[in-house]
């Protein structure tokens, strides 16, 4: 079964960079079109930026210009490049697969809605951007 495996989060000052990878195991993301969720404490499941296997993608106004996504050509890893951080990018970033039509929830977290909805994503990783 295609397993989803987030990596890359860590601390940073504002300003600063990190690239996340989403990496699948048990397969590839095949024709799947490919989401970077977040999750800030107190806010909603978000989606972030996301990628077409035809490599169209789709970035919040609130990444874009700052965040850039893109996918491996074995299809097996999509990496999130994030630049000029500021603090409200702090949140659990998840990846996940054909996510198309995920409703958003208040008071339910991303793991919740993916659990309900999804069948493919992975756990997450932190992100963390100091002032």
């Known amino acids: 079964d295609l397993q989803l495996v987030e990596s890359g989060g860590d601390s940073v000052q504002a300003g600063g960079s990190l690239t996340l990878s989403c990496t699948a195991s048990?397969?590839?993301?095949?024709?799947?079109?490919i989401g970077w969720y977040r999750q800030a404490p107190g806010n909603e499941c978000d989606l972030v930026s996301s990628i077409k296997s035809d490599g169209s993608t789709f970035y919040a106004d609130s990444v874009k210009g700052r965040f850039t996504i893109s996918q491996d050509n074995a299809k097996s890893t999509v990496t999130l490049q994030m630049s000029n951080l500021k603090p409200e990018d702090t949140a659990v970033y998840h990846c996940?697969?054909?996510?198309?039509?995920?409703?958003?929830?208040?008071?339910?977290?991303?793991?919740?809605?993916?659990?309900?909805?999804?069948?493919?994503w992975g756990q997450g990783t932190r992100v963390t951007v100091g002032s």
């Open positions: 996940a697969t054909d996510f198309l039509d995920l409703p958003r929830k208040k008071a339910a977290t991303c793991l919740s809605i993916f659990d309900e909805y999804l069948e493919v």
């Open positions: 048990g397969g590839t993301f095949a024709d799947s079109e």
